[in-house]
Nanobody, 113 residues
């Protein structure tokens, strides 16, 4: 019954921006570190960024200085602000509760001219 509901994906041009959102269905969300992963076609799912319950963040080298992960615990929502997007960022993006088996449904991000 636990759900992560994602939104914000779409088609953008190189250099463009998107903000992904992921809302957790229960307030217990606030106790967990959250993560964004991405998976390109026929590739494994890779970690993009994490944010702790207190807002401390870590990033994959490939997105450092371009992406920003954040959370609003009052809204049970985690965000991924994606700037300076590149074609290699094209993937399905998933939010995830760290240390659990709970994943969002995924949202497609396509970066193309």
């Amino acid at each position: 019954q636990v759900q992560l509901v994602e939104s914000g994906g779409g088609l953008v041009q190189p250099g463009g921006s998107l903000r992904l959102s992921c809302e957790f269905s229960r307030s217990i969300f606030r106790a967990y570190a959250m993560a964004w992963y991405r998976q390109a076609p026929d590739k494994q799912r890779n970690l993009v960024a994490t944010v702790t319950s207190r807002g401390n963040t870590n990033y994959a080298d490939s997105v450092k200085d371009r992406f920003t992960i954040s959370r609003d615990n009052a809204k049970n929502t985690v965000y991924l602000q994606m700037n300076s997007l590149k074609p290699e960022d094209t993937a399905v993006y998933y939010c995830h509760i760290v240390g659990s088996d709970v994943w969002g449904q995924g949202t497609q991000v396509t970066v193309s001219s």
